[in-house]
């Protein structure tokens, strides 16, 4: 292993020393270019990506979470001021359910029914009642607290008790704080919801009586009915100047043509509830209802009166009949008749939302004169106008005794510029040019690497190439080398005997050889016999002398 590493370190000095300036100058500059690249891809790669945990915190809550949030050892960045809290991206979902679990979201800190949980001995009934009204209190803080738009509430009952008597009595209420989430707000729907939630968990509580307010201290909804019913009656002008305008536009637009004109419609309404009593007598109509006569005698009547009871009797200046006798006495008569007389009563109600002035204001395009630049605009004439006035009078039912009023003008109506309409790109890839960059770069770089890398060693090859072609040539030369024709015929026509003789003299001469000539024809017979090993060999050698 040490022998590897001091090879490695030998070369990596020698190809070192080898290089020139500029090669060594371009080679710092692209290590470090890749050690700047390496850094910055890590620190990329590193980079947590953080969101909300929670916003809107109060001190309470945000101490708990933060403390929660060391125990796990996460990571977690205070903003807003120390109102919000954010922790990675992939732990949002995770760790609010975990925070819920433990009653430390928006609104945990206040007590629900698990104060119930420790039975406690000894305890009064006030303190039991006191408990009650404490974890009803927290549970519908956390309730509310989980609706959409509301990041915390909290919830204060007044819960009175019961009386022997019913007069008595006193209705139980409620006061809701909320804090809903920056930029949003609550409408009417989902204040009634809050307020008929927290009058159904109480019992006696009516939803009048349960009051809403927002963190600034400002009542939210309207628990008042009249209220209620003024906004329904503003909806009503609403719609009732809308469908005055479309019925004007519609009968304009048929004479003038689309888009040629513009209508706008106010109506002055009156909301007042009236409501009237008449009573009307008839003296002429009367009818005896009840009659009553009471007759009284005192003393001796002699002379009583005779004769058949009766109308004639009872008549002025009729002749009364006398009874026989005489006598000393009085009678008194009384007579008591009550009537009825005729009475008529009636109660008038006046219809809400009447009608009490109506203003319209009409504008119309006139008549254009030429084409193009040339174009010109004209007014329609006041004849025209006055014939429209009349018509828009007529659909509105003008009653100038209530002081209506209509307008009709003739402008010059700009035309609605006709836009292009971009279709929006289905995906974005900024987000990733920087990576792409990055990625580039590094390639780029590392080819550059290769190539210095590579070049020294294509050098030597090529070099080995041309030094292997050039030995070959030589074998092949000497191996194919023609003989001359003049030695041909003097072996051919030299007798055996002489050939004997060259042989022996061969022999000789071989044996008088030095061991280098020697080596060098042992070395020239072994290519002649094996050429293919001996460019095996050459190129072994040349290989390990690079």
């Known amino acids: 292993m040490n022998e590897k590493l001091t090879n490695f370190k030998d070369q990596t000095v020698k190809v070192w020393t080898d290089m020139s300036v500029t090669k060594r100058i371009i080679s710092v500059s692209m290590l470090a270019a890749v050690g700047l690249m390496a850094f910055w891809l890590m620190t990329r790669t590193k980079h947590v990506d953080y969101a909300y945990l929670f916003t809107d915190l109060d001190a309470q809550s945000g101490s708990r979470i933060i403390e929660e949030l060391k125990e796990k050892k996460i990571p977690y960045q205070v903003k807003s001021g120390g109102t919000a809290v954010m922790v990675p991206r992939d732990k949002v979902y995770e760790l609010r359910m975990v925070m819920a679990g433990k009653g430390l979201t928006l609104g945990g800190t206040a007590t629900g029914f698990e104060i119930f949980d420790k039975s406690q001995f000894g305890v009064t009934d006030f303190v039991q009642k006191l408990n009650y009204r404490r974890a009803l209190e927290g549970e519908l803080a956390r309730t509310i ?29 409620a006061s809701v704080v909320l804090n809903v989430v920056s930029g949003r707000s609550l409408n009417q729907k989902n204040i009634d919801g809050i307020r008929n939630l927290v009058a159904g968990s109480v019992p006696g509580l009516k939803p009048a009586h349960v009051h809403i307010v927002n963190s600034n201290g400002e009542t939210i909804g309207d628990t008042d009915s009249e209220k209620t019913e003024k906004m329904t009656m503003i909806n009503l002008q609403k719609r009732l100047e809308k469908d005055y ?35 009307k007598y008839n003296p002429d109509g009367q009818v005896a209802r009840s009659e009553k006569k009471h007759v009284e005698r005192r003393g001796n009547i002699a002379n009583f009166t005779n004769g058949i009871p009766g109308a004639r009797s009872n008549l002025p200046g009729g002749q009364q009949p006398r009874g026989n006798g005489a006598g000393n006495g009085a009678e008194t008569v009384k007579s008591l008749t009550n009537y009825e007389i005729d009475k008529v009563v009636t109660k008038t109600v006046d219809p809400v939302g009447t009608r009490k002035r109506i203003s319209v204001a009409v504008v119309v395009d006139g008549m254009y004169a030429g084409k193009g630049a040339a174009r010109t605009f004209k007014p329609l004439p006041k004849e025209k106008l006055a014939s429209i006035s009349e018509l828009v009078k007529k659909a509105v039912g003008f009653r100038s005794q209530d002081g209506d009023q209509v307008e009709i003008q003739s402008y010059e109506l700009s035309k609605p510029e006709v836009k292009t309409i971009v279709a929006p790109t289905k995906r974005s890839y900024v987000k990733y040019i920087p990576y792409a960059v990055g990625a580039g770069t590094g390639f780029i770089v590392l080819l ?49 005997v002489e050939g004997q003789r060259i042989l022996l003299n061969s022999a000789k001469e071989e044996d008088q050889m030095t061991p280098a000539e020697s080596q060098r024809d042992q070395v020239l017979s072994f290519v002649e016999s094996d050429p293919d090993r001996t460019v095996a060999i050459l190129k072994n050698w040349i290989t390990s002398e690079a």
């Open 245 to 279: 305008e479309t019925k004007i536009r519609n009968m304009l637009e048929d004479i003038l043509g689309k888009g040629k004109a513009v209508v706008r419609v106010s109506l002055d309404m009156d909301f007042t509830k009236k409501s009237s009593v008449s009573e």
């Open 448 to 496: 550059m690497l290769i190539f210095m890398y590579l070049m020294p060693k294509y050098k030597v090859w090529k070099q080995m190439k041309v030094r292997e072609a050039a030995i070959l040539s030589e074998i092949q030369d000497n191996r194919f080398k023609p003989t001359p024709i003049r030695v041909i015929e003097e072996k051919l026509e030299a007798p055996a």
């Open 145 to 173: 607290s989980s609706l959409q738009s509301v990041t915390g509430a909290r919830v204060h009952l007044v819960i009175p008790e019961r009386k022997l008597f019913k007069d008595d009595h006193e209705d139980a209420s």
